[in-house]
């Protein structure tokens, strides 16, 4: 893990975090700003390794995260914890104050706030948890809202709901994983697989 270089975390990570499509060197390059080239080689040096799976179609190959390998599920959630300590110190300070939550199993930090820091409106989060402690997450989340100089605005989801939303799409749902997994990396990685 020691050598890994920043295009190839991007790569494993923009392909974890676009589950609705599948991805192969000609059209994951731009996306993450390298060559074709550069593409397929990180993405075969992967492949070796055991992190990434190849499916051949027609003439191009596709590449998904290995999710029967355990070194690529533990590869892949010290990238997203990676990906959150290599924030800035804005999103820093949200990540710390959002990982006081004790109610959720999952959170993501998304939207503007990851693009425009301190100048966003609000603070866009995703949370997942169970029936039992939805009503003491939303105190939570209210509690925060009435100290806070932004406006925390959640989004709660059960594991169901979120599998059944990346399922179908949505497009709000799908966006939100392309955040910062702040609490339950394996949890998340459980449900993309």
Same mark, same amino acid.
Do not use: C
């Given at each position: 893990?020691?050598?890994?270089?920043?295009?190839?975390?991007?790569?494993?990570l923009?392909?974890f975090?676009?589950p609705?499509?599948?991805?192969?060197?000609?059209?994951?390059?731009? =996306?993450?700003?390298?060559?074709s080239?550069?593409?397929l080689?990180?993405m075969? =040096?992967l492949?070796?390794? +055991?992190?990434?799976?190849?499916?051949?179609?027609?003439?191009?190959?596709?590449?998904?995260?290995?999710?029967g390998?355990?070194?690529?599920?533990g590869?892949?959630?010290?990238?997203?914890?990676?990906?959150?300590?290599?924030?800035t110190?804005y999103?820093?300070?949200?990540i710390?104050?959002?990982?006081?939550?004790?109610n959720a199993?999952?959170?993501?930090?998304?939207?503007?706030?990851?693009?425009?820091g301190?100048k966003?409106?609000?603070?866009?989060?995703?949370?997942?948890? +169970?029936?039992?402690?939805?009503?003491?997450?939303k105190?939570?989340?209210?509690?925060?809202?009435?100290i806070?100089?932004?406006?925390?605005?959640?989004i709660?989801?059960?594991?169901?709901?979120?599998?059944?939303?990346?399922?179908n799409?949505?497009?709000?749902?799908? +966006?939100?994983?392309? +955040?910062?997994?702040?609490?339950g990396?394996?949890?998340?990685?459980?449900?993309?697989k």
């Open positions: 893990m020691k050598d890994i270089t920043k295009k190839e975390m991007e790569l494993i923009f392909i975090k676009n609705e499509k599948e991805y192969n060197a000609n059209n994951i390059a731009s =996306k993450i700003d390298i060559t080239m550069g593409a080689k990180i075969k =040096k492949g070796k390794q +055991g992190i990434l799976k190849a499916k051949k179609l027609g003439k191009a190959v596709f590449y998904k995260i290995n999710f390998n355990d070194y690529a599920i590869y892949l959630t010290f990238l997203l914890k990676k990906e959150a300590e290599q924030t110190n999103i820093k300070r949200w710390y104050e959002l990982k006081k939550l004790k199993e999952i959170i993501l930090l998304f939207g503007s706030v990851l693009e425009k301190s966003s409106n609000d603070v866009d989060i995703l949370l997942v948890t +169970g029936q039992k402690k939805f009503e003491k997450l105190e939570e989340i209210n509690n925060i809202n009435k806070s100089e932004k406006n925390i605005h959640p709660y989801q059960s594991i169901k709901d979120l599998k059944k939303n990346i399922e799409q949505d497009k709000i749902i799908l +966006g939100a994983i392309k +955040g910062i997994v702040i609490l990396h394996e949890k998340l990685i459980e449900v993309l």
